[in-house]
């Protein structure tokens, strides 16, 4: 019995993903799931989804490798190519650790991913999706990944779903959304189909194998 509970033991040591070491080997197409500080907004971000453990997550990446250097195609203002210290410098811990974690996609997806690559390059550009609305032609971090991961029947393979803008705690729009979608003169987007960035780290489809703090 003694035996089998040691097994056990080390099977889930040797499962947990490597923490706060120096390397990590990332590979196109690889997620970077970040606790983005943006102030209150990302705040507002975070209180309406769900979170891994003591992981709050409000933005996320695409990792892209050219020529040995490691960039991360995001929604970040615009749709842009970052260079990865940019990026993981953005968002850090009091002990200077970047606020991301690494997932990737499991084996039967790994094929789709030079297409998906591709057409993220040909949304380089594209504006900053502020309206949280599908197929406009503008991005948000997890519309970018939902509208350019597709299958071999050019079908997303990461879900959507009614989205809540509301903080998971006081049932409430936070001020920080209300003030957001005011100054566009829009109302709040609540129920209406999208994704967001903690749910797809949670997603069966992605394990996360990496976790820089």
């Known amino acids: 019995m003694i035996s089998k509970i040691l097994i056990s033991i080390i099977i889930l040591i040797v499962s947990i ?4 070491s120096q390397e ?3 590979k196109n197409g690889d997620f970077l799931f970040q606790d983005l500080n943006c102030g209150p907004l990302c705040d507002a971000i975070e209180n309406a989804t769900f979170h891994h453990k003591k992981y ?3 933005h996320m990446g695409v990792v892209s490798i050219e020529d040995g250097k490691i960039y991360v195609i995001e929604a970040y203002k615009k749709v842009q190519k970052t260079p990865l210290k940019d990026f993981l410098n953005r968002s850090l811990t009091q002990q200077n650790q970047p606020k991301v974690i690494v997932g990737r996609l499991k084996p039967a997806y ?3 991913i030079p297409a998906f690559l591709k057409r993220l390059y040909q949304q380089l550009g594209k504006a900053y999706d502020t309206e949280f609305k599908l197929f406009n032609h503008k991005y948000y971090c997890s519309e970018l990944v939902y509208e350019n991961l597709l299958d071999r029947q050019q079908k997303p393979i990461l879900p ?6 509301k903080n998971k705690l006081t049932q409430t729009f936070d001020s920080a959304w209300i003030k957001f979608f ?3 003169n829009l ?3 609540e129920g209406q189909p999208g994704c967001n960035p903690a749910d797809y780290m949670l997603n069966p489809k992605i394990q996360l194998i990496y976790f820089y703090y």
């Open 17 to 20: 993903p490597q923490i706060n």
């Open 187 to 189: 109302p709040i987007p």
């Open 110 to 112: 790994q094929s789709l």
């Open 182 to 184: 005011k100054k566009q």
């Open 24 to 26: 990590v080997k990332l």
């Open 160 to 165: 959507v779903k009614p989205m809540s803008f």
């Open 56 to 58: 709050k997550i409000s």
